[in-house]
Structures are given as structure tokens and as C-alpha cells.
């Protein structure tokens, strides 16, 4: 169960850390995307380790530190590495991260992950922004005692993915000459660790995903409750529609990852040059 106080004292830890430091914008890497941390003027690297009731990044290409410096004129707070529900962690555990950025000031959150793509037009190494999701996680962090301090008992789901935002990163990605390679879609974010068999992915291209990931879902719907406003995107690492199925290679998902993250380190700085 969240405690107020576990929020706190992290966001207090941080506040010492870098006492002069205020971030305007949160970013979410995920899974083999941690390039665009190289990007960063870095004042500030924070092992997850040594914050308070932070949970430790368990899984391969998440480094674990929390960055505090500046991209694209902006100061900005970048999670170099997010938690899963499948990791064992309490869904209030895996938005932990998202609630203290928001005490530390942060007014809009990036949220950036590796996905499987389910719509036929895809290809590896696209980026997708995702403009709505489907939550198929088997709980979420809002249940039990609403904290009036964080937001509604009742947020609003209709724009989880602000229009705004989607709007700037499709206008930068016209500017970079990305268009034929960024698209629109729908994320369903599922439990895993397992990936989905043949079945699973007809199921969930007939529901309406575009996409399919194991993470952001839960992160969006904490930012939410805190009002602050989202932008998302998936790297589509692997083909998930009928034809082009076969089984997956981790090493094939980071040669995927690698390949596209040029282009989302270049869409993602415009993008905050526009906040």
C-alpha cells in the first residue's frame, strides 16, 4: 500500500541531492532505449539504490540511476530505467518513480518502450505514438484508498495521451524527415514476462491495439491521476501480425531498439524544444 511518507522522503533524498535543481519535464526510458540519455547535460546521477523505497530496476539494458539535468533547453529528471508488474513489484511500487518526479515539480511527463507491432503496416524499428491504450494489466495503481494529495478519486481518461503533445511530436517528426517512419496507434499494455502466443496476438489486433507492450500503461494512469499531461511512444521492435511471426531473439529486439533510437532521441528533443 502506498504510504505518503515513502513519496516524501524520496522526493526529500533528491532535494539534498541537488538542492538547486528543479526538473520541468519527466522521461521514461524502457527497454533498450537508453541512448537518448547521452543526450542529457548531466548535473546530477542518482543510483535508484540509494533513493529511498525506490524499487531496483531488475531487468537487462535498465540501468537503474535517475538523471537530473538539461535536453532541449529544458531541465528535465530521466528515469534510465523503469519497474514491471511481472518484476514482483505492487503497482504502487511501479509508479513510485512518476509520483515523486511530480513532488520534485515536473509539469509533463515522456514516456518512451519497446512493442510489438500488431498492425500489419508496421515495420521494425518505426516509432509509434500512441494516442490511446488498453489496459489488460491484471490491477492498477489507483486501486484501494484514494491520496487526495495526488489527485482525484475519479481521474478522467479520455485524453490519457495529451492531443498537444501528439500534435508537436507529429509536426517535429515532418520537420527530421520522419514522417514515413512515425505512426499513430493504440498500446495494450499485458503482464508478461512471457510473450504473447500466435492466439493472443489475433486477440488483441481484433480488440483495437496497434501495439503490445508490458509496461507505460500503469505509468500513464498515475501521470494522469497527478495531471500532468503524457506523451508516449513504442519502438516496435518485432512483428507480431499474421506473416510475419517467428520466435523472438532478445538480441534481435536491441539490434531494433538501436536502429531507431537516432530517430526518438531526435523526435524527442524537438518535442521538449516545443514544450
Do not use: W
Not at 537516432?262 to 518535442?271: G, I, N, S
Request: hydrophobic content about 45%.
Amino acid at each position: 500500500m502506498l504510504h505518503m511518507q515513502q513519496l516524501r522522503e524520496a522526493t526529500v533524498y533528491i532535494e539534498a541531492y541537488a538542492p538547486n535543481f528543479r526538473p520541468d519535464i519527466g522521461i521514461i526510458l524502457g527497454t533498450g532505449l537508453g541512448a537518448l540519455a547521452r543526450e542529457v547535460e548531466v548535473e546530477h546521477s542518482i543510483s535508484y539504490a540509494n533513493i529511498p523505497h525506490f524499487p531496483l530496476s531488475t531487468v537487462e539494458s535498465h540501468a537503474g540511476r535517475l538523471l537530473l539535468g538539461r535536453l532541449g533547453g529544458k531541465n528535465v529528471a530521466v528515469l534510465q530505467g523503469r519497474f514491471h508488474y511481472y518484476e514482483r513489484y505492487t503497482m504502487e511500487q511501479v509508479v513510485l518513480p512518476v509520483r515523486v518526479l511530480k513532488m520534485l515539480g515536473i509539469k509533463q511527463l515522456v514516456v518512451s518502450n519497446a512493442a510489438g507491432g500488431l498492425n500489419p503496416d508496421f515495420n521494425i524499428a518505426d516509432l509509434m505514438l500512441i494516442d490511446d491504450h488498453i489496459n489488460l494489466q491484471p490491477t492498477n495503481p489507483l486501486i484501494g484508498p484514494n491520496h487526495d494529495e495526488l489527485g482525484p478519486r475519479f481521474p478522467d481518461m479520455f485524453a490519457a495521451y495529451d492531443h498537444g503533445l501528439l500534435a508537436h511530436a507529429e509536426a517535429a517528426a515532418q520537420e527530421l524527415g520522419q514522417a514515413d517512419t512515425t505512426r499513430r496507434g493504440v498500446y495494450v499494455s499485458v503482464p508478461g514476462p512471457m510473450l504473447e502466443t500466435p492466439a493472443e496476438y489475433r486477440y488483441l489486433r481484433i480488440i483495437g491495439a496497434d501495439a503490445v507492450g508490458m509496461s507505460t500503461v500503469p505509468e500513464v494512469i498515475a501521470a494522469r491521476h497527478l495531471g500532468l499531461p503524457v506523451l508516449a511512444v513504442s519502438v516496435i521492435t518485432d512483428l507480431c501480425s499474421p506473416g510475419h511471426l517467428k520466435p523472438v531473439v532478445l538480441a534481435d529486439i536491441f539490434a531494433a531498439a538501436a536502429k531507431a533510437e537516432p530517430r526518438l532521441t531526435a523526435l524527442v528533443k524537438a518535442v521538449i524544444e516545443k514544450m
